[in-house]
């Protein structure tokens, strides 16, 4: 199935940067510099309350059932509200907080930068595939010093489509003037990046970081490590 691909598609959110390590680690400093502790004695249930509301409304938002600005405030308003703090200015300041500081976090996924290095010496042109916002997604690939790796950067935003629609894959085959049968998606949501990229006629790798059962097909190859890959596409 590794073979004869031309231009490598990639989710960027624990697929290629470690978004969950990043966010606990911007989450604490919130957690500290806000004195949330003062509501929440336990860091690692205030880190699971919002994780679990995050996953909801993430979900939520990638079917089209809600908006970004609902997304952004309800996350953090969710916390504030189990501890009796119906604030949302104060939910919105500490989202733009936690984003600023999000970007400047620079936790790569293990073997991502060997894939990036491996790929770039075969001349393969990488794209990001990504639902996150415009305004953050840059300042982690610049940050993190990965930006320069990527042909193109296609945000569901700029393309006017979220994954898992075959729309913003097609979006990313006309940037790099490629037939779907020359792609290949590597991604860690089996939903978002797999079946979107499968339903758009694109091969996929699903990086299982969960070890969730799923059922793949032949134009699905599952993989446990971004290691598996190099040498092999």
Known sequence: MLNNYNYIFLDLDDTIWDFHANAKSSL????????????????????HIYSKKNLELWSQYGQGLITKEFLIVERFLHLLQKVGINDRE?????????????????????????????CAERKLPMT?????????????????????????????????ALKPSPEIFEYALKLNNARKEEALMIGDSFDADILGAVNAGID??????????????????????????????
């Open 28 to 47: 604490s400093d919130i957690y500290h510099d806000q004195k949330l502790y003062e509501h929440y004695p336990d860091f690692e249930k205030f880190y």
């Open 90 to 118: 104060m939910a919105y300041n500490m989202n733009t907080d936690f984003l600023e500081i999000l970007s400047t976090k620079t936790i790569l996924m293990p073997y991502a930068k060997e894939l990036l290095d491996y």
């Open 128 to 160: 990001i595939i990504s639902n996150g916002f415009t305004e953050v997604q840059y300042r982690k690939l610049r940050n993190s010093g990965i930006e320069g790796y990527f042909a193109h950067v296609v945000l569901s935003e700029a393309a006017g």
């Open 204 to 233: 996929a790798v699903y990086l299982n970081n969960t070890g969730t059962e799923n059922e793949t097909t032949d134009n699905i190859l599952e993989i446990k490590s971004l290691k598996e890959l190099i040498g092999k596409i």
